[in-house]
């Protein structure tokens, strides 16, 4: 079997006296999609979060393309900065709240990383950016800072800055959750696109169940810092085998409803 | 009996008091860019990963500022030379009041990162942006701008401060003015011109910092 491109053994976090994670082992093939279900406090963004490396976990190993995320060394902490980056290197990810630069336009935005990290000269950069926010559907928005642009389009002008470094992995953390109704639909349409594609490992918290449907290959449920389902979006939605699923997708259908 | 005011000594000693007010200006701007300079890098060494650099400067900025600007100004006076440094009162001056409201400054520079959310350091993680280009590309830029009006605050408190100057011998607005009552036997008239310069100069600064605000407040909707 190929190894796997994300692998967790025995995560946990705690932050303070609370029990975040408790114990996550996860495998993920490289170029699957997968959804992450759960109730809101579950730990789903703690997961993402400790995927992207933005947080260590209390105990537990995580590997990247192999490699194990965090390492202490002899050398102290600018090896482990510096390896950090590396695995980093591999992983974008997109935030509910967009965290676009305020300060800077559209197509800074996106530029900045290409050329701070991946040193790539400035026209060669912007070239690369408009490619991207041209994807997104934004290339007539590049001159405009966030400030002017809507919740939707700066969700799209953050997967364009997320995607412009070509990550292996891409991590979406609930990114539809902050915007109006109405501008939800054109933000998921670029996802599948991207899903559809498979060039890259998407992992994406989402409470659209059809969307996770459409384009997810596996569909985790999270709930009190465990995994307790975990398998194809059919199977876990129509037929889930424990009890408390089932009572977290009744209620988001009433949701739904509503 | 004499006139309580004499606006021809007024007249009089109004280009005699220039030179002094070019002092104060001086020392005030010197004193400012020093202070920004510095109070940005006693912030910057508190986010730094080594321990010792945090602690270190952490007493030296709660000490300056704990201690008197008068008891600092005469300390350096008397004792740069000393140490061998040679500086002229006005140059001893500027780095006490720099070092002084550096200790400040650094405390508004921190307030001004701590503003900056979380979510921005984050993305700046992720996009895997380094350290160092985070700090200067990412959240400086946005920590700066809302805490203009606290450091322009500062610059016109450090203005009003330059008279401390005339205890080591700095010839700026007030120790001039005192020249000039003891060689007329009037100190109305000179101490009133000081405090006038000052509060023009205090209130021309506080609309041009004000204008610089509502610039950047614009820019940024």
């Known amino acids: 079997m190929q190894e796997p491109i994300i692998r967790m053994v025995k995560v946990f976090k705690k932050v303070g006296d609370t029990n975040i994670l408790k114990g996550i082992d996860l495998n993920i093939p490289a170029t699957e999609t997968v959804a992450v279900i759960g109730p809101s406090g579950s730990g789903k963004s703690t997961l993402m979060r400790l995927l992207m490396g933005l947080d260590r976990p209390t105990s537990g190993d995580i590997e990247i393309d192999g490699e194990p995320m965090w390492v202490d060394s002899a050398e102290g902490e600018k090896k482990k900065i510096e390896h950090l980056r590396h695995i980093r290197s591999k992983i974008g990810m997109v935030f509910q709240q967009?965290?676009?630069?305020?300060?800077?336009?559209?197509?800074?935005?996106?530029?900045?990383?290409?050329?701070?990290?991946?040193?790539?000269?400035?026209?060669?950069?912007?070239?690369?950016?408009?490619?991207?926010?041209?994807?997104?559907?934004?290339?007539?928005?590049?001159?405009?800072?966030?400030?002017?642009?809507?919740?939707?389009?700066?969700?799209?002008?953050?997967?364009?800055?997320?995607?412009?470094?070509?990550?292996?992995?891409?991590?979406?953390?609930?990114?539809?959750?902050?915007?109006?109704?109405?501008?939800v639909g054109g933000v998921l349409n670029i996802l599948k696109s991207l899903a559809a594609k498979c060039e890259m490992t998407m992992i994406l918290v989402t409470h659209h169940m059809n969307f996770a449907e459409q384009c997810a290959d596996r569909v985790l449920f999270i709930d009190q810092g465990e995994i307790i389902e975990d398998g194809k979006a059919v199977q876990v939605f129509r037929e889930p085998s424990h009890e408390r699923t089932r009572q977290f997708l009744e209620a988001l259908i009433e949701h739904h409803e509503q | 009996m004499q006139n309580l005011f004499d606006w021809n000594l007024v007249l009089r000693i109004f280009p005699l008091l220039l030179p002094a007010l070019c002092t104060t200006i001086e020392a005030t701007l010197l004193g400012m860019i020093v202070a920004l300079i510095l109070g940005l890098l006693f912030a910057l060494a508190r986010y730094s990963p080594a321990y010792a650099v945090k602690k270190f400067t952490a007493v030296v900025v709660e000490f300056i500022r704990r201690t008197p600007l008068l008891v600092q100004v005469y300390f350096l006076f008397y004792m740069l030379p000393a140490t061998g440094l040679q500086l002229s009162a006005l140059t001893t001056g500027v780095l006490a009041l720099g070092l002084h409201y550096a200790a400040y400054c650094s405390e508004v520079y921190r307030a001004g990162i701590e503003s900056v959310p979380s979510g921005q350091w984050d993305a700046a993680s992720a996009l895997n942006l380094s350290s160092a280009c985070t700090m200067y590309r990412v959240i400086l830029p946005q920590a700066l701008v809302p805490i203009l009006p606290a450091l322009s605050n500062y610059l016109i408190s450090m203005f009003k401060d330059t008279p401390i100057l005339s205890a080591i011998t700095v010839v700026e607005l007030l120790q001039e003015s005192k020249i000039l009552g003891s060689e007329s036997f009037r100190y109305t008239e000179p101490l009133t011109m000081v405090g006038i310069f000052f509060l023009t100069l205090s209130l021309i600064c506080a609309a041009l910092s004000r204008q610089l605000e509502n610039h950047f407040a614009l820019h940024r909707k």
Do not use: C, W
Request: aromatic share 6%; glycine share 4%.
């Open chain 1, 98 to 183: 967009f965290n676009l630069f305020p300060h800077f336009t559209a197509l800074q935005n996106v530029m900045e990383a290409p050329m701070q990290v991946l040193k790539m000269e400035r026209k060669a950069a912007q070239q690369r950016a408009e490619e991207y926010l041209e994807l997104v559907g934004l290339k007539d928005k590049m001159d405009a800072y966030p400030a002017k642009l809507s919740g939707g389009q700066k969700q799209r002008v953050a997967i364009a800055r997320a995607l412009a470094m070509r990550p292996k992995i891409m991590l979406f953390d609930e990114i539809t959750s902050a915007l109006d109704p109405e501008l």
